[in-house]
């Protein structure tokens, strides 16, 4: 069985990693030959062949072997690189965006490069020309009308380079007949009226998938994803002779392997492609692939980087060879490049849409090299997930690597993780201009029902001075997707270059759907200054959110835009549209810099718990962009006392929970003023609250983690509903006082399937219970908080999931479900409601109607729900068995019903309950008094003695699960009482003893 080899292979491949990890490994060509070039003439309107308007999916991915070895590598918790906030210095809008393709290719794999006076774009399988004002030149036409050694082909994965070295365009794809790369170089600079030298370059047998084209002194580099577990001896990185191609002369290939590198299936390393006004020295050309440590033979999260150096009188004599890994010593912080165990449908879309693609293990195209004064410069970038603890969160892991001598060592300048807020962005491509700006394109996704966003497509950069590591820029969008990809294949690419005109301005090209319709987008922006005299206010420094005053100082940051260094403007602040305070800057700010700015004048922020609009403005006379003067900015003055629980840690719902079980909560500060010496409590159930003092200091928007000196007793089967709370005295806001979480003693916790391959659960919907990209872990995980109302009067409920994988024409992915309703944590055959429902296909969802007894006991309970391929070991009907391939994960339902009112509730269904707090001390007269309901009006409590006479009366209140009062026996005489709740009409008496 596939599983079976997959497994086997892994332990051949981690012993001879072990083997030769330490070797700095060196090759010499797998392949050598030549191929001649066909001229073709200038591409003739009257010849265009059309493209196929067909829907047609290029270059299906298998899933295929891949080396993941669960729970492996860093980071175990959030990317450590990982850019939180948006940017905030203001960028224009793009200069130019249109439309360049309509088309059902799946995937389109847009790709397009701007020359001095054309853009040229091609996708699955055809082209177009444009001129730089967006402009169509030449219709969109099948990539066979170019001809020569082109004509029939569209076999696709087509790639557009502009050599601005030799002011050529290059247009390549690949072929079958036979395996071959299709290369065409423009005999001029006019794409459309030049003609074109084609070219064949046979691979020898092995077809080309993936490729990338970036240029180098002394060749054409191409690099592919083949021979994914033999990429280390096998052909992957071909090079051709670019100075015999521009001539249309015969020109020779070889191809190398990648020694020593590590892959996870489907894999794209990268060529460093030169861009600029000085083309690079011939040799040492590097090719760069990361390295996840979650793969099997990687000790540790690195970029590798290889040296080609090509022979062309000699090419059997040209090598290979590892020259560099940058890892965490060098300056390249933990990253988890892997989603999903390998697999290629890991990002939700909104609605129902399948999951897409998000390109891992891949060098995003393209990975641009540009000659500096002093230095060489490289920017690359690649997916990665930044939240290794739950379902994949796409950022983008970015670099700029800088080298100091030519031919001398890489060395890591900058790195960062763009991932701003909860929204996927992948798919990015980046660039460098020839002022150190750095360009990111990307696709944002989000599936939430309150943001939800198609894939769209975005921008973000950095100027050279900025902070490192932060796309500095604000987001600026491209085009805003009106609906989902209908399929997992995205991109495959995405294509970000700089305009050789000027050497500033990025053109960006991707994918985005409307309908049924895969569209790519041409956007055009540019970062370096385009005005001479430009300056504007980017963010407020002091005062931030705090216990404020009425003499506040207030400082913000001036960013200078413009190509001229600026003095001797005014500056000014309005405070909720009250009188305008103006001062002088009188410092100078060079181009493209920013500084800070201190008013004399302070400001009046002293009400508590007040929010300030504060509008800041710079009044340069000759300003040429007055869009950026201003800034609007919100203050509040944080109350002195304000702390709450935000998170209860431990205890976790597990097996054989004790009497002695840990209580660990994290307190968080939301006031401004730093808290001590405060009381806090937690309660487990209907046992006595346990209240104990934080002797500790939690800083202003700070948290901290407090453990309990005294443990809990969980040590009975069953579900436990878990408060913790601060008790601040004078708190300003009580309501973010506490923290409620449900944990269970269960009998058993499956933990072990295995669910890299996708087999299992990965969504979960019932009645108001969602959970959507469920992450992979172990194979079980804890849901209990999410809590799923039912209501029994009704004839029957639905419960929707999706599982990642399913093989085709086969019948195993199945799922049972229970609902614990005797609530004595064991799952039992008869609380079985669903068993054995077929997940016939891969993310898609599958609906499964079933009923609950009438007489099911109302309030809360469990619910567990497991799926696998039950063609291996492993009983899914068993719920405690380990199965090999699969997912168990357990819930909470909330029986409840409509049918019943209150008084027929108490009095027929509900029951109640005296409980002692502390039942093992002599003498203690605490109770508290519960009853498991599902209604949210009050009910009313009394206590009488036995001559009649009432000792208590009070309300009653709903806590989510139960109605609860606890009250103080101690001054009452030793003896027998009565309790009543319920309403005047109807209630549940019973009968305590005082001792």
């Known amino acids: ?426 798919s990015g491509s980046i660039g460098i201009d020839e002022m150190g700006n750095i360009g990111l394109g990307f696709t944002i996704l989000d599936d939430s029902p309150e943001n939800p966003i198609y894939p769209s497509i975005r921008y973000t950069g950095r100027y050279a001075g900025d902070e490192l590591g932060i796309m500095t820029l604000e987001e600026q969008s491209i085009v805003e997707g009106e609906d989902p990809d209908p399929s997992s294949r995205y991109g495959d690419y995405a294509h970000l270059t700089v305009d050789p005109e000027d050497n500033v301005t990025f053109w960006h090209n991707a994918e985005y759907f409307e309908g049924i319709q895969r569209k790519n987008r041409v956007g055009v922006f540019r970062i370096a200054p385009e005005d001479e005299n430009d300056i504007g206010v980017i963010s407020l420094v002091t005062p931030q959110d705090a216990s404020l005053g009425d003499a506040e100082e207030i400082s913000v940051r001036i960013r200078n835009f413009g190509e001229n260094a600026q003095s001797g403007f005014p500056v000014s602040y309005t405070i909720e549209g009250e009188e305008t305070v103006t001062e002088t800057f009188t410092q100078t700010i060079p181009a493209t810099s920013s500084t800070e700015f201190t008013f004399t004048q302070t400001a009046d922020f002293s009400e508590v718990g007040e929010t300030y609009e504060v509008t800041f403005v710079t009044g340069l006379v000759n300003d040429e962009n007055p869009d950026n003067d201003t800034l609007v900015s919100e203050i509040r003055n944080l109350p002195p006392k304000d702390v709450g629980v935000t998170s209860i840690d431990v205890p976790v719902t597990g097996q054989d929970l004790t009497d002695s079980e840990e209580v660990v909560i994290t307190i968080e500060n939301f006031g401004g003023e730093p808290q001590s010496d405060f009381p806090v409590s937690y309660q487990i159930g209907d046992n006595f609250s346990v209240t104990e003092t934080f002797t500790g200091t939690v800083g202003v928007g700070e948290n901290e983690v407090y453990t309990f000196s005294q443990q809990a007793s969980i040590e009975a089967s069953g579900r436990y509903r878990v408060v913790a709370s601060t008790h601040l005295q004078d708190d300003f806001n009580p309501t973010n006082d506490p923290e409620v979480k449900s944990i269970a003693n269960l009998n058993c916790i499956p933990e072990g399937s295995d669910c890299s391959f996708g087999d299992g659960l990965f969504y979960f919907e019932l009645a108001n219970a969602l959970n959507e990209r469920i992450p992979c872990d172990d194979g079980y995980i804890d849901f209990i908080s999410l809590t799923a109302d039912l209501d029994r009067s009704e004839d029957n409920f639905t419960v929707t999931v999706k599982s990642i994988f399913t093989q085709t024409g086969q019948n195993d992915e199945k799922f049972s479900m229970w609902i614990d309703f005797n609530d004595n944590a064991v799952f039992e055959d008869d609380e079985r409601l669903i068993t054995s429902v077929v997940i016939p296909q891969a993310n ?106 009432k000792l208590i009366e009070n309300s009653m209140n709903f806590n989510g699960e139960a109605y609860t009062y606890t009250f103080d026996m101690s001054y009452a005489a030793k003896g027998v009482y009565l309790l009543r709740v319920g309403t005047r009409e109807a209630g549940k008496v019973k009968r305590f003893i005082v001792r």
């Open 1 to 426: 069985m596939l599983r079976n080899i997959f497994f086997l292979f892994i332990l051949v491949f981690i012993f001879h990693s072990e083997a030769t990890a330490q070797k700095r490994e060196r090759s010499g060509p797998i392949y050598v030959d030549s191929a001649r070039a066909v001229p073709s003439s200038p591409i003739s309107k009257r010849k265009l062949v059309p493209p196929s308007s067909e829907f047609k999916i290029y270059n299906p991915r298998n899933r295929g072997i891949n080396k993941v070895v669960p729970g492996k590598g860093l980071p175990k918790t959030e990317d450590p690189a990982v850019q939180s906030k948006k940017g905030n210095i203001p960028a224009k809008a793009p200069i130019l965006s249109y439309e360049a393709v309509s088309s059902r290719s799946t995937p389109t794999d847009p790709t397009g490069v701007a020359g001095p006076n054309h853009y040229l774009n091609a996708w699955n399988s055809a082209f177009s020309i444009w001129d730089k004002q967006g402009n169509q030149l030449m219709e969109p036409a099948s990539l066979a009308s170019i001809g020569g050694e082109f004509a029939n082909e569209t076999l696709g994965d087509p790639i557009v380079v502009y050599d601005e070295f030799a002011d050529r365009y290059l247009i390549s794809q690949f072929s079958d007949t036979p395996e071959s790369f299709l290369i065409a170089v423009s005999r001029g600079p006019d794409p459309l009226n030049d003609g074109w030298y084609t070219y064949r370059f046979t691979t020898n047998e092995v077809l080309p998938d993936y490729p990338k084209i970036s240029i180098w002194g002394d060749g054409y580099y191409i690099t592919t994803n083949k021979n994914s577990n033999t990429a280390d001896e096998s052909q992957v990185i071909y090079v051709v002779e670019r100075d015999q191609m521009l001539q249309g002369e015969v020109a020779g290939i070889v191809s190398f392997p990648l020694p020593g590198i590590q892959t996870n299936g489907f894999y794209s390393p990268a060529g460093l492609h030169a861009i600029g006004d000085i083309p690079p020295p011939r040799g040492n050309s590097p090719i760069v692939f990361m390295q996840d440590d979650a793969w099997a033979g990687v000790a540790q999260d690195h970029l590798k980087i290889w040296l080609v150096n090509i022979n062309w009188e000699d090419p059997v004599s040209s090598t290979i060879s590892e020259s560099q890994e940058l890892g965490a010593a060098q300056g390249v912080s933990p990253f988890s490049a892997t989603f999903d165990g390998g697999a290629f449908s890991n990002l939700s879309q909104p609605g129902d849409a399948p999951e897409i693609d998000a390109l891992q293990a891949t060098m995003m195209y393209m990975t641009p090299y540009r000659r500096f004064n002093g230095y060489n410069s490289v920017v690359m970038n690649f997916v990665v997930d930044i939240d290794f603890t739950a379902a994949e969160h796409a950022g983008i892991r970015w670099y700029e690597l800088r080298q100091q001598d030519e031919g001398g060592p890489w060395s890591v300048y900058q790195e960062g993780t763009y991932a701003p807020d909860k929204s996927d962005r992948f």
């Open 844 to 949: 898609t969802p599958v609906s499964e109607d079933f009923s609950i007894p009438g007489n099911a006991p109302l309030g809360q309970h469990l619910l567990r729900i497991r799926a696998g391929d039950t063609s291996y070991e492993g009983d899914l009907n068993a719920p405690c068995d380990v199965m090999e391939y699969g997912t168990t994960h357990d819930y909470s339902v909330n029986i409840r019903d409509s049918s019943l009112d209150i008084d027929d509730f108490i009095l027929d269904e509900a029951e109640l309950k005296v409980i002692s707090m502390m039942p093992g001390e002599e003498g203690s007269r605490i109770y508290r008094a519960r009853l498991e309901a599902n209604f949210e009006a009050p009910l009313r409590i009394t206590v009488h003695d036995m001559l009649g006479q």
